[in-house]
């Protein structure tokens, strides 16, 4: 199955250039990557960027000016994005961890073996291997797939694999890849579009769908 070709004929060259443009902005400072996936974690993206901007305009966000921030105002920035006590006091745990142990530079994770880093950001509060894989992928440009609910529900429909285990089903996608970073990135991106747009959690488009004739799903329910 080439999935990486399916897709760029699918989308287009004007969606893979735009992919791959939009890509280089998304890690320009790894620490708010970070804070922007965290707050990301159980709302929409509107809401996300919502809370986001109100963060950033209430202070420079770094480690060490999340740590000095009274939590309050931290909480009150995050409202709109749910759960936003849990996801202050997170921040703040995580900021004074980058502060204690790298002195406030977030970029000094970088220069940990990419696994020995995927391990310690497992090791942070509130991330979990999404957040993990989307620093490595974005910020340190290393070729490893986050999982979201789109590609996991593509991948578990194609029979790619049976489980619902993340590492099982990133590892069941990653065997159809070339270690390419520019690839990686744009399958992720197509992906994830390919999910809100055809692969749908209900009343999925199977009669446009490029995987059909490989798809486990479409068989057991149309076959």
């Given at each position: 199955m080439d999935i990486y070709n399916s897709l760029r004929r699918f989308f287009g060259e004007d969606f893979y250039r735009k992919v791959l443009n939009f890509s280089k902005n998304i890690c320009i400072n790894p620490f708010e990557t970070l804070v922007g996936t965290i707050i990301s974690q159980n709302t929409n993206r509107r809401n996300t960027l919502k809370a986001f901007k109100e963060l950033k305009k209430n202070i420079v966000i770094s480690p060490q000016n999340i740590l000095d921030t009274p939590i309050y105002l931290i909480e009150e920035s995050l409202k709109g994005a749910g759960l936003y006590r849990i996801k202050s006091r997170r921040l703040k745990i995580i900021s004074k961890i980058i502060v204690d142990e790298f002195g406030g530079d977030f970029n000094k994770i970088f220069e940990m073996d990419p696994m020995k880093l995927r391990k310690f950001l497992l090791s942070l509060p509130g991330v979990g291997y999404k957040t993990a894989d989307i620093i490595l992928l974005f910020c340190l440009k290393y070729p490893i797939m986050p999982?979201?609910?789109?590609?996991?529900?593509?991948?578990?429909?194609?029979?790619?694999?049976?489980?619902?285990?993340?590492?099982?089903?990133?590892?069941?996608?990653?065997?159809?890849?070339?270690?390419?970073?520019?690839?990686?990135?744009?399958?992720?991106?197509?992906?994830?579009?390919?999910?809100?747009?055809?692969?749908?959690?209900?009343?999925?488009?199977?009669d446009i769908c490029i995987f059909r004739d490989d798809c486990r799903w479409y068989f057991q329910n149309y076959g």
């Open positions: 999982v979201d609910t789109h590609i996991s529900r593509i991948v578990y429909r194609l029979g790619l694999t049976s489980s619902k285990i993340y590492e099982d089903i990133r590892n069941s996608l990653e065997k159809y890849l070339d270690k390419s970073y520019e690839k990686y990135v744009f399958i992720h991106l197509a992906l994830i579009e390919y999910g809100r747009k055809i692969c749908m959690k209900r009343r999925p488009k199977c």
